[in-house]
C-alpha cells in the first residue's frame, strides 16, 4: 500500500512562512517525482511545485515562483515544501503527489496524500 502523508499545514498571518513535508512509505519513491498541489476553496486542483528524482530539476507555478521552495529530504521519498511571504490567496488543501515523470499536470500524477490545510489571513 502506498502511503503519502502531509504534515505543517496550519494558520498563518499574511507575510508569514510554513513549511510543509511529505512523507512517503510502502513502496519506493526514490525514482518518482514529487509534487505539491494546492486546491483552493471552489477551485480546481493547482500545480504549485515538483521536483525531479534526482533532486536537480525543480518547477514551480507562477504564482508562487521566489516564494516557495520545493526540495528532497535525506529520506527517500520524503518532500518539503517551504513556503514564505505566503498570500491570502495562497490559502486552500496542499497535497503532496508522486509520479515517474516529471510534470506539472495534475492528472499525471498517481499517487497522493490527504492534504493539509493551509490558511493565511490578511
Known amino acids: 500500500q502506498v502511503q503519502l502523508v502531509e504534515s505543517g499545514g496550519g494558520l498563518v498571518q499574511a507575510g508569514g512562512s510554513l513549511r510543509l513535508s511529505c512523507a512517503a512509505s510502502?513502496?519506493?519513491?526514490?525514482?518518482?517525482?514529487m509534487g505539491w498541489f494546492r486546491q483552493a476553496p471552489g477551485k480546481e486542483r493547482e500545480f504549485a511545485a515538483a521536483?525531479?528524482?534526482?533532486?536537480?530539476?525543480?518547477s514551480y507555478a507562477d504564482s508562487v515562483k521566489g516564494r516557495f521552495t520545493i526540495s528532497r529530504g535525506n529520506a527517500k521519498g520524503a518532500v518539503y515544501l517551504q513556503m514564505n511571504s505566503l498570500k491570502p490567496e495562497d490559502t486552500g488543501v496542499y497535497y503532496c503527489?508522486?509520479?515517474?515523470?516529471?510534470?506539472?499536470?495534475?492528472?499525471?500524477?498517481?499517487?497522493w496524500g490527504q492534504g493539509t490545510q493551509v490558511t493565511v489571513s490578511s
Open positions: 503527489a508522486a509520479d515517474p515523470k516529471f510534470t506539472t499536470r495534475v492528472t499525471a500524477y498517481g499517487y
Open positions: 521536483i525531479s528524482w534526482s533532486g536537480s530539476s525543480t
Open positions: 510502502g513502496r519506493t519513491f526514490s525514482n518518482y517525482a
